[in-house]
């Protein structure tokens, strides 16, 4: 049975019960630190309809609900909702049309992910070999995996960005995040269980790789 929101989402089980844990996954988000004030965005690709919703623009993710959320189509315009869409709306859009499989999309701006993204930002991308939590990223089966974070440089431009990140998912299609520099990472996955493995482990990497550089020899 559908239900009808205040804000006119046509909302039935499956895509309530998916919202509800997209929401659950920002909020822990917000607990680790990883999307402080108002920054980062979510959004989820329902499987069955192809509908997407996505947080709206300037709100706490510690405190995210349903209600929280918008739908837009696939080319990123407001469908319902309550609010505005982020100017980072655009980079789902690609996303989505780029990772035909990935479902879910989070974007947070944590102090590992900052911090690593601007020392490697030189470099266009940050390799990640050798760790044992490789093999949390769908597909890997190794700890021999090689994996290339590219990283972009930040603008506000947000079509322009957009369009970056087309070329390098197009270059790098298994890739599992893009950072971008001084901001944040985007990465996905194939549900919203998926996307918050991909997200633990990256941040994982990201700390490990930084804190390796702070004690030079240290391996």
Known sequence: MNVRNLQGITWNEGLLAQAHRLCDAARLCSQRGWVPATSGNFSFRDRASGRILITASGLDKGALSPTDLLEIDADCNSLAGNGKPSAETSIHGVIYRCQPEARAIFHVHSIWNTLISEHFGDKGGLVLEGYELLKALSGV???LHRELVP????????????????????NIPHAHGVLLRRHGLYTWGESIPGAWRHLEALEFLFEAESRHLMVPGSW
């Open 141 to 143: 089966s190794t700890h």
């Open 151 to 170: 990283i972009l440089e930040n603008s506000q431009d947000y079509a322009v960005l957009s369009a970056e990140v087309a070329k390098v998912l197009r």
